[in-house]
């Protein structure tokens, strides 16, 4: 029996089959978010607070605010912290949860009893919790150790029942400091597009790595994308591209690659797709991604596609509705004079303050990602399995 044959029969058993194909991606009640929203609830509130604490918070905002001219925000600081989490939380979450729920039946079939995972650019570890998730759906699944690096401090981390380690360092010297990894599950999450071909960040973690003494003969590569775009397009040197060069760094050290073959459970055909992408040689690899599909109603949203991942109502009004954060905003009443200035004939009743933002602020122009599962904007991912090659096989 092949390896993908051996995976389709363990997922055959893992997973919830609906013949019709019909119904939500993951039914209600499939995953604990409990715990969860109540902690976000309790830092809406938080941020609610440090808003209306300090009259200079926008004015800050507005200098580091979501990758303007290439830089990030300071994820060391809360507010900006605070802010990313509670907007795009629920979209990685379920991203992440659904990337681990496919990695897991490859980790069984390697009789594989410990992860050990290094997640780099962990951020606020929403993986972590993604993957205490299917952890605890699936019996009999290994161990989990993880250690998280990323270059901000991020103040608010999630907590997940099995034992994690936070490092604050940039990925090129966290990686000059590691003399032996011995790691089977190496994940970059989405922090590939953070790393400049000028200078060459890459390169400079890639010599860092290839110094390292790998211990495990068999290493799964995990590389999450910020979207489908981003995937084929940032910078000069795509993410794409950086894959296969972090890819040729593994092979030099003795492994071969080959990509984790993946079967669905029905419910997941209508939402679940991959592309096929040819590496610089011509090899065709697939990459993977989550999307609503259009229907004779309109698009189909989480909260039909996931019910346990939607963003919670709390989080929408205070994201959407111009009576929470904007009630804060020292500069809304300037955008909305601005804006009626240029619509003279618009009647105040059809002011729309999400609008509004979107065209004149660059804090709170986008606070709810308009459309979280397109193919365009969603998310992608791929999966590699690394094999150390025997003596037998050079």
Known sequence: MSISERLKEKLSVLFRRKPSGKGPLLPAGTVDTQAFRAQLRKELHELDSLFAADSDAYRKMQLSAYYRKGHSPDFQERIPALMYKLRLCSLYLLHYYLMYRLLLPALLQEKIKEMRLLVLGC????????????????????????????????????????????????????WDGVDEFDGNILFFATV?????????????????????????????????????????????????????????????????VESLPLSLPESWERFFHSEEVRDESGKVWPCHYLASPDTEDGRIGIEELAPDFAVPDFVRAYL????????????????????RRRNPDRE????????????????????????????????????FVFRRKREEDA
């Open 123 to 174: 951020g606020s570890m929403i993986d972590a919790l993604s993957l205490s998730y299917v952890l605890g759906e699936i019996g009999g699944s290994p161990d989990a150790h993880y250690i998280g690096v990323d270059i901000a401090g991020w103040p608010t981390r999630v907590q997940v029942p099995f034992e994690t380690r936070f490092v604050q360092k940039p990925l090129q010297e966290y």
């Open 320 to 339: 959407d509705d111009p009576g929470n954060i904007r009630k804060h905003c020292p500069y809304y009443p300037t955008r909305m004079e601005q804006d």
């Open 192 to 256: 590939l597009s953070e790393l400049r071909e000028y200078p060459d960040d890459t390169g400079a973690f890639l010599r860092g790595l290839e110094k390292t003494a790998f211990t495990s003969d068999v290493l799964f590569l995990l590389v999450s994308y910020r979207s489908v775009s981003s995937y084929k397009r940032d910078w000069k040197l795509t993410d794409w591209q950086k894959t296969q060069r972090v890819i040729g760094a593994l092979e030099r050290k003795g492994y071969r």
């Open 348 to 383: 105040a009743g059809e002011e729309n303050p999400a609008r509004i933002c979107r065209a004149e602020c660059p804090i709170t122009c986008n606070p709810m990602p308009r459309d979280m599962f397109s193919s365009k904007f969603s998310p992608c991912f791929q999966i």
